[in-house]
Structures are given as structure tokens and as C-alpha cells.
Nanobody
Framework: QVSLVESGGGLVQPGGSLRLSCAAS?????????MYWYRQAPGNQRELVAH??????AYADSVKGRFTIFRDNAKNTWYLQMNSLKPGDTAVYYC??????????WGQGTQVTVSS
């Protein structure tokens, strides 16, 4: 059984920064190649924000140049550095991993609220 635990969310003013962390534990496939960050705002579907595979990153247009996904190679942990945050970034953020698609059960997520 795999557990994904997101952390690092909070309340931040517009223009501020946060770093989210995703810790994976349990019977996880340590050879997974894909790491993901998704978010879901109230009334919206869950959307892919950032993707990392074999050192190559990809981002939603809405966050390009502001968000960075990276991993700690020594641990089953990856991060989402979020800079220049906007009110439109307010959402619950979720992580996942797999090979070609998110393959683990979703965690509780971490709430990010951008507001003055």
C-alpha cells in the first residue's frame, strides 16, 4: 500500500512563495519515472500543474515561469516551488507518481490560499 502525503500549503499574499512537498511511503515502485502535481479549485476539475519525467519538466501554461517541480533523488520526495503566486492559484494541491500516468491513490492534498 502506498501513501502520498502533501505538505507545505498555507495562506500567502499575492506575489508570495510557497514550497510544497510530496512524501511517498509504503510499497512504492521506486523506479517510477513520472512525478506530478495537480490542483483542484472549488467547482473545478482537478488539473495537471506540473510534470517531471527523466529530468524533463512540463507545466500548465498558467504557471509557466512561476512554478518549478523537482525531486530529491535520495528520497521518494518531490517538490513544487511556487513563486509570484496569484489569487487564481488558490486550490488544493495533490501529488502523484507512476509510469506514464498517476497510478497511486490520491492523498488529502494541501490547501494553498492566495489572498491579501
Amino acid at each position: 500500500q502506498v501513501s502520498l502525503v502533501e505538505s507545505g500549503g498555507g495562506l500567502v499574499q499575492p506575489g508570495g512563495s510557497l514550497r510544497l512537498s510530496c512524501a511517498a511511503s509504503g510499497s512504492i515502485n521506486v523506479g517510477f519515472r513520472d512525478m506530478y502535481w495537480y490542483r483542484q479549485a472549488p467547482g473545478n476539475q482537478r488539473e495537471l500543474v506540473a510534470h517531471l519525467r527523466d529530468g524533463v519538466t512540463a507545466y500548465a501554461d498558467s504557471v509557466k515561469g512561476r512554478f518549478t517541480i523537482f525531486r530529491d533523488n535520495a528520497k521518494n520526495t518531490w517538490y513544487l516551488q511556487m513563486n509570484s503566486l496569484k489569487p487564481g492559484d488558490t486550490a488544493v494541491y495533490y501529488c502523484n507518481a507512476g509510469n506514464g500516468h498517476p497510478q497511486y491513490s490520491w492523498g488529502q492534498g494541501t490547501q494553498v490560499t492566495v489572498s491579501s
